[in-house]
């Protein structure tokens, strides 16, 4: 497991807004280049690792990305606006010290400021700051400072946040959404015994609308397909049973349906798979039906007549947030629920295979 944390924690300390993921996928590939036998970069920028083997394939799919922001107006004093690039809850972003990745790659370093509350009347401070009242401060005192440190309209930020260990061996950061889904990826691909041929797809831009997925699986056309991905967890003040059944340290989430079914309904032959490998190999697991939030698994088992698809989720605290919060036990099961199922996909689906 200390293996899998390291890996963990570089990924979620590196940088790569949606479009802007190449930091994240340099890592991949020298972490995954010694147990595939193909590894490329198509042109929407996913990275494919290809594992050569027999029919069926199967497609393991992680997306890259973290939810950022992006440069959109320079103001004469040197202050920046800026717009938020994926699925931001405002009130998180207020008083966040952020990365600037400059054209030249050098990182400069900001930080989200807004009017004091000290300056604000009594029904400013009643009322949430929105992210247009927001702007980033880099120390600059005019546009052209700014502007010499090669930040320009368009600039990529992220949140400058560090890994930290907690109790129980949970874990905090940025970005585990969802770069613990990219470590689960490669230490499964690690651990696979397998002679079924595998894609390792590290996908771009899902958190801006499924983009990379679509593409990828569309060019590879596999026989079955798993998207990993973080899956909201409860268990603390504010979350109900009602709300989602999913909690840390109690294994895998295996995907029912997401999104209230707009997102994937997980086809009957890929629970099965799941489920049964997972009882085979004693991996306790959780099934989750939920309302909100989808996976790259709703693009791609929309790809070309339909791939079946199915989803492991690791349980995840405080997503789409900068202190992100999982346990590495769960991590560690995730890894190997889908290392062992891609050993068995053989055993539940023939090529071009469906329901």
């Not at 099934?287 to 339909?306: F, K, N, P, Y």
């Amino acid at each position: 497991m200390g293996e899998m944390r390291e890996l963990l924690k570089k990924l979620a300390e590196a940088h790569g807004v949606s479009g802007y993921e190449g930091e994240i996928r340099e890592i991949v590939e020298a972490e995954i280049k010694p147990y595939v036998d193909e590894i490329r970069t198509d042109g929407l920028g996913n990275l494919i690792a290809t594992r050569k083997g027999k029919k069926p394939s199967v497609m393991i799919a992680a997306h890259l990305d973290e939810i950022g922001l992006m440069v959109k107006l320079i103001e004469d004093e040197g202050f920046l606006r800026f717009s938020t690039i994926g699925g931001w809850f405002d009130q998180t972003l207020l008083n966040q010290r952020v990365v600037l990745h400059s054209e030249s790659g050098v990182k400069e370093y900001g930080v989200i400021g807004s009017k004091p509350p000290h300056k604000m009347k009594k029904d400013e401070r009643e009322k949430a700051i929105k992210s247009e009242d927001m702007f980033i401060d880099v120390g600059a005192c005019d546009k052209e400072e700014v502007e010499q440190m090669g930040i320009s309209i368009g600039t990529p930020v992220t949140v400058d946040r560090h890994f930290v260990d907690m109790k129980n061996e949970r874990v905090s950061c940025k970005a585990f959404d969802n770069r613990s889904g990219v470590a689960i990826m490669v230490e499964a691909l690690k651990r696979a015994n397998t002679d079924f041929e595998v894609y390792a797809v590290g996908t771009v831009q899902e958190e801006v609308g499924l983009k990379g997925a679509r593409t990828a699986a569309f060019g590879l056309n596999p026989d079955v397909a798993l998207a990993i991905d973080t899956d909201i967890a409860g268990g603390h003040p504010g979350i109900e049973k009602k709300d989602t059944t999913v909690e840390m340290d109690k294994g895998p989430v295996i995907t029912v349906s997401d999104a209230s079914g707009r997102g994937i309904i997980t086809p009957p032959s890929v629970l099965k798979w799941l489920k049964e490998t997972a009882t085979k190999h004693n991996i306790d697991y959780q099934l989750s039906v939920s309302e909100g939030g989808t996976t790259d698994a709703t693009s791609i088992h929309l790809t070309r007549s339909g791939i079946p698809t199915g989803v492991i989720g690791v349980p995840t605290r405080y997503i789409h947030s900068p202190v992100e919060l999982l346990s590495l036990k769960d991590l560690d099961k995730c890894a190997e629920l889908a290392a062992r199922a891609v050993e068995q996909v053989g055993n539940y689906f023939q090529i071009n295979s469906f329901l």
